[in-house]
């Protein structure tokens, strides 16, 4: 059994992003060619950052990676239309030929605007704007790409808002379809409605740990494990799942800057009895200095075998 580790967007170790950004009001007070100029430095800054984090990423033996959804500065909003895949077609070819020779999971998780099952046309016709970006840019690197997405909000009604999100995801299409994988949230969609969710419409299922622990009602997560793993039968890469650690008690739901090494341990019992192939995601603040800190204390705790920097088999 498996286990690769990754982390998200950011490299703290080179301290680059491939994220720059520039809002709406500052765009608004350029003119025609200080716009175009503008977006295209940052464009080609953020594609240069990120070739240096997959060529740190290689070389540190790290395999699973989460792009940054904000690569593309306005890219989704609907007052800026502007073409940001045939102008840097040879751009994306490279990052996608990088990834592929690399050997890196790649996969990409929207912001907070993209919501599936909105009851508001405006979020609604966003979120369609920003699953075909991911589509596009996947495309473009020649790569079959995943989108991972919370369900969404309840509305005051979650039957009737879970009810949506499936009838909006029959809508998309098939390509996109194929993309997406759920994950179960800290506050509404817990593990038992996630999994019934992505067995009815054949999804992936991203089980976030830390989500579980903060969202449940008493459920057993032993008892899930089975079908989450099934779900992910058909796919070409194994399961992945996301691990994080609370900032504190009081904040229990907001990220801590590193793992927990003993409450990992403790997941990696859990899995260990399932003998798959598993990436798990971590989701820390100190990025990718969490993960070889995590690594380090692995080290320290236990007599795990480790195959390379980041990857461990149990």
Not at 59 to 71: D, E, G, P, V
Not at 278 to 299: G, H, V
Request: proline share 2%; net charge positive; glycine share 2%.
């Amino acid at each position: 059994m498996q286990i690769r580790l990754g982390y998200v967007s950011i490299s703290l170790t080179l301290n680059i992003t491939a994220s720059r950004t520039i809002t709406y009001t500052n765009y608004q007070k350029l003119t025609k060619e200080e716009k175009d100029e503008k977006l295209n430095k940052i464009i080609n800054q953020n594609f240069e950052s990120l070739k240096e984090i997959l060529k740190y990423n290689y070389k540190n033996n790290i395999h699973f990676y989460r792009l940054s959804h904000n690569m593309i500065p306005l890219a989704t909003h609907q007052e800026v239309k502007y073409d940001y895949i045939n102008k840097y077609k040879d751009k994306w070819q490279e990052i996608g030929d990088l990834i592929t020779k690399y050997n890196i999971r790649v996969d990409i998780h929207p912001d907070q605007f993209c919501v599936l099952n909105s009851n508001n046309k405006k979020v609604l016709e966003n979120t369609h704007e920003i699953l075909n970006y991911n589509y596009n840019i996947f495309k473009a690197m020649n790569l079959e790409g995943k989108i991972i997405l919370h369900i969404g909000g309840a509305y005051d009604n979650k039957k009737a808002a879970i009810k949506r999100f499936k009838n909006n995801f029959k809508k998309l299409k098939p390509e996109i379809q194929k993309m997406i994988i759920i994950e179960n949230d800290d506050k509404i969609y817990t593990v038992k409605d996630t999994i019934e969710i992505c067995e009815e419409l054949n999804i992936p299922m991203c089980l976030d740990y830390h989500h579980y622990i903060c969202n449940n009602n008493g459920e057993d997560i032993k008892e899930y494990l089975p079908r989450i793993l099934n779900t992910w039968e058909d796919e070409k890469l194994p399961p992945k799942m996301h691990f994080s650690s609370s900032k504190n008690k009081k904040e229990k739901r907001s990220h801590s800057d590193y793992i927990n090494a003993l409450d990992f341990i403790n997941f990696l019992d859990i899995l260990k009895k399932y003998q798959k192939d598993i990436d798990i995601m971590l989701e820390c603040k100190a990025k990718d200095d969490a993960l070889f800190k995590l690594i380090r204390l692995l080290k320290y705790h236990t007599n795990i075998k480790f195959i390379n920097a980041t990857t461990i088999i149990l």
